[in-house]
């Protein structure tokens, strides 16, 4: 390994003879800029940058004149900029909007700052402007510390009076009490306060958290030693009063299935426990045996955490991540309704996958009706939207299934079941699992499959003998070969349509926490005006139903319009993408069949088209599943994985049981009865 190399005299030479505490504030600022740009270095080494600030410390250590100078600029620079929000505040965002401050981020990363500045905070990200900072600062030794303490503090003339505490110290007390009044603010809000815990709001510890701190405050002016028996009382009792208030917020948590989430709630919980972090680590700076390290690391925080301030991707994971959790585990608890583990169950998933193929024929012929009309390509996609909706809406009234829907809602209950892997045997019973959800979805699709066909040919047949020509002519029929042959983009195309079942489940979900947050379902049943409009009776059976069905309905209708529309919009911006469903495909091509009469079976495309089906039903599944478990998988804090170890199982299994995975042993066990 090589050493860094030796920084050059001349460099530190010519910083140090720019240094003038007499200059302008934009003039001094610049220079400071200058130093941290050359200790930072075209390397970005650690090693290499404390080669360098070790080398400036000697050089200036090893001049009077330049030690005065250096004490001069530095103490009217804490003259000219106040810390204290830079010590309170820097990294908070400033606003819960997500538009706003979203707009804000590519403002601050286009617009550039001006060092001629009194603000601290921007001061601060001019000179520490690299993630790179982070590492060395929190790399610096005790030892560095010192020396940089000693150096800028400021040599006394005259005997220090009695409990005296330094501007430093002064700073840091003034940035705890910022931080306080925002948590107590906070947990005084009625947003926070009405889904606290009943224990933890009697408790009041927001009340009392002001009148801790201020009893800290003067133990610490009368006596600031650190190995006072009072100040450490005061200390403790600060700090658990901060634990309580953390505690307190931690209990809406326990609440959000009941009372839902919202950005602004997100915003606001994160805020305080970011706070009360922050006012951690500031108590360390003033209270900790070694200041100097504790101070190092606050500091490289605040860079850290400056750097995120500026991350738009940062700021969509902050915004989105509890709430993908209440949707992933929503969907979780639906999902359990979708996964069999015996005969009973798994004949009674084909059953209502029939019923749901059936539905399905009806849709596919009211969709080359809606063709036939020749509509606009936008009106044309919202009236197939339409009648998706419609479908998929009467297939969840009649308790049936399509079998696409569901991998989006399984996958997060597989997730939840990874939480658990570090204990024995756990490796087994999530391959289990794995081997119900498999045995499920093949019934599902087989079951939508296994009607959908019959029913759409039944129809054409129909068709031909009353009105003398069956549902679609050849010329269509062809054109179904064509578009749903393997040879084509079929495969891109149902991928695509993997991700639109996945964005319908987190439309569902979204959904189904905005109808809980706001309490719609107490709404509809207790308003008197519309108690008085539907009745009381009718008005409890209609909350009750939109409470048990608006996650299915938003998830239904959110799919059909996206299967019809989107392919509309795709078209007017040029990019030529269509869906593939497996069940509306396999309808339009029975149709084709049904058309084209018995010589189709001789006809290779036919063939092409039945092996694109089977790669459309592979994709619809596979991708739903594996963006929804990557979902749940983040949601649930789900990391460090065997996926080796899990994969083996898996293949084991398979080669040892290959029929379960498509067909329920015998002495399976019993679970609760699937739903749609």
């Not at 400071?32 to 070790?54: K, M, N, Y």
Request: glycine fraction near 6%.
């Amino acid at each position: 390994m090589s050493l860094p190399p030796t920084p050059r005299r001349h460099d530190v030479a010519e910083l140090l003879q720019a240094l003038d505490p007499q200059a302008e504030m934009v003039q001094r600022h610049l220079w400071l800029i200058a130093l941290f740009e050359w200790l930072r270095g075209d390397r970005l080494s650690v090693p290499a940058t404390l080669t360098r600030l070790g080398f400036f410390l000697d050089t200036v250590q090893g001049s009077p004149a330049h030690q005065a100078s250096l004490r001069a600029w530095w103490q009217t620079l804490m003259q000219t900029i106040d810390a204290t929000p830079l010590l309170a505040d820097h990294g908070f965002t400033s606003r819960s909007a997500f538009v706003s401050e979203f707009f804000e981020r590519i403002r601050q990363k286009l617009m550039p700052c001006t060092p001629e500045t009194a603000d601290a905070s921007t001061l601060f990200s001019l000179v520490l402007c690299h993630k790179f900072d982070a590492q060395w600062l929190s790399a610096l030794d005790e030892l560095t510390l010192t020396r940089i303490a000693e150096l800028l503090s400021a040599p006394r003339t005259l005997p220090a009076l009695p409990n005296a505490i330094s501007p430093w110290q002064s700073t840091v007390l003034e940035a705890i009490i910022f931080c306080t009044s925002q948590v107590r603010a906070a947990g005084f809000s009625p947003e926070l306060r009405l889904r606290m815990s009943v224990p933890a709001r009697d408790a009041e510890p927001f009340h009392a958290l002001a009148r801790d701190f201020d009893a800290l405050r003067d133990v610490y002016l009368d006596a600031p030693d650190t190995e006072s028996p009072n100040l450490a009382a005061a200390t403790l009792q600060f700090r658990e009063r901060l634990e309580a208030c953390r505690s307190a917020a931690a209990s809406v948590y326990t609440h959000l299935d009941a009372n839902g989430i919202s950005v602004n709630l997100v915003f606001q919980l994160r805020q305080l426990r970011e706070r009360v972090l922050r006012v951690r680590a500031l108590l360390d700076c003033l209270l900790s045996p070694h200041p100097a390290a504790s101070t190092a690391r606050l500091l490289s925080h605040l860079v850290a955490v400056g750097q995120e301030r500026l991350s738009l991707r940062a700021l969509i994971a902050a915004n989105s991540s509890l709430l993908a959790a209440k949707v992933a585990e929503r969907s979780s608890e639906t999902g359990e309704h979708y996964i069999t583990r015996n005969r009973a169950e798994y004949v009674d998933m084909l059953r209502k996958a029939a019923g749901g193929g059936a539905v399905m024929s009806l849709t596919t012929a009211l969709k080359f009706g809606v063709v036939t009309l020749g509509l606009s390509v936008f009106w044309s996609g919202f009236f197939a939207g339409v009648n998706y909706a419609l479908s998929f809406v009467l297939i969840q009234l009649l308790h049936w299934t399509v079998a696409t829907k569901q991998p989006a809602m399984t996958a997060p209950a597989m997730a939840a079941k990874l939480k658990d892997l570090a204990q024995t045997d756990a490796v087994g019973a999530f391959v289990e699992e794995v081997t119900h959800l498999v045995r499920s979805q093949v019934a599902s699709v087989v079951g939508n499959l296994a009607l959908v066909a019959p029913c759409v040919a039944l129809l054409s047949v129909g068709l031909q003998y009353l009105f003398g020509q069956p549902l679609i002519d050849k010329t269509q029929a062809e054109h179904v070969l064509h578009a749903l042959t393997l040879l084509g983009p079929t495969a891109l195309f149902a991928a695509f349509t993997g991700v639109l079942l996945f964005a319908s489940s987190i439309m569902a979900g979204w959904v189904e926490n905005w109808f809980v947050l706001h309490r719609l379902d107490s709404a509809l049943r207790y308003n008197p005006r519309i108690t008085r409009t539907l009745g009381t009776a009718r008005a409890r059976r209609w909350s009750v139903f939109m409470r048990d069905n608006i996650s299915g309905l938003a998830a239904n209708i959110s799919l059909g319009s996206m299967l019809g529309l989107i392919p509309a919009f795709a078209t007017f911006f040029g990019l030529g993408l269509e869906v593939r469903h497996v069940t509306l495909s396999t309808g339009q091509l029975a149709a084709a069949c049904a058309s084209l009469g018995l010589e189709v079976f001789q006809l290779p495309s036919l063939w092409w088209c039945v092996a694109g089906l089977a790669f459309t039903g592979v994709l619809n599944v596979g991708v739903s599943f594996y963006l929804a478990f990557r979902l749940a998988l983040r949601a649930h804090n789900v990391s460090g994985l065997d996926r080796t170890r899990i994969r083996c199982a898996i293949w084991r299994q398979l080669c040892a049981r290959p029929l379960s995975f498509f067909w329920p042993p015998r002495d399976a066990p019993s679970a609760a009865a699937p739903r749609t």
